[in-house]
């Protein structure tokens, strides 16, 4: 794979950094809630998600929408993907947190996807994202989903973990 240069250093790749660096450090500094392995197998699977979804809704036939300035890979995108491993983690943390019952946990993906769509909603106005074919509106189903499949995983390594404590 070919990874290019911003096409210009602006908003964008400011807004990239920053988002980054400030969900990092909230990751760090949180109290430890996972032990290392789920710490790692949980915050693969946002980015998993995340890569999968893209490269269906990117490439022909579809492409509704592109990344950053460019159509192509460019390397302000693997951070954004990145991104994902941090906001993952911190979705899980308060998840866990609040060990919701089942109306609960529908207030959680609520709350947590409506999020997710403003977060969505501002990455467009800075120019992370380009849409072409998408609408903000076909985020919200995606999200709860996404989180819903990311959720009942969380759970299944979880007890999984407490059978074997690895």
């Known amino acids: 794979m070919i990874l290019f240069p911003p096409d210009r250093f602006n908003a ?3 807004f990239i950094i920053i988002v980054s660096l400030t969900v990092l450090s909230c990751m760090w500094m949180l109290p430890k809630r996972f032990p290392p392995s789920m710490v790692l197998l949980t915050s693969l699977v946002p ?5 999968v979804f893209d490269s269906i ?6 492409e509704m ?10 390397w302000f995108d693997l951070l ?6 941090p906001f993952g983690y911190l979705f899980l ?12 946990t529908v207030a959680i993906l609520t709350v947590t996807s409506l999020l997710a769509v403003l977060f969505e909603w501002v990455t467009v106005k800075v120019g ?6 998408w609408k903000i509106y076909y985020s919200l189903p995606v999200y709860i989903t996404v989180q819903s499949l990311y959720i009942i995983l969380f759970e299944r390594m979880k007890r999984e973990y407490i059978c074997t404590k690895r």
Do not use: C, S
């Open 57 to 62: 809704l990117l490439l022909p036939p579809f």
């Open 47 to 51: 980015l998993l998600f995340a890569k």
């Open 80 to 85: 954004l993907y990145l991104m994902y491993l």
């Open 93 to 104: 943390y308060v998840y866990d947190w609040f060990r919701p019952k089942p109306f609960g």
């Open 12 to 14: 964008n790749e400011w």
């Open 128 to 133: 992370v994202f380009h849409y072409t074919g």
């Open 65 to 74: 929408f592109y990344i950053n300035d460019i159509k192509q890979v460019e």
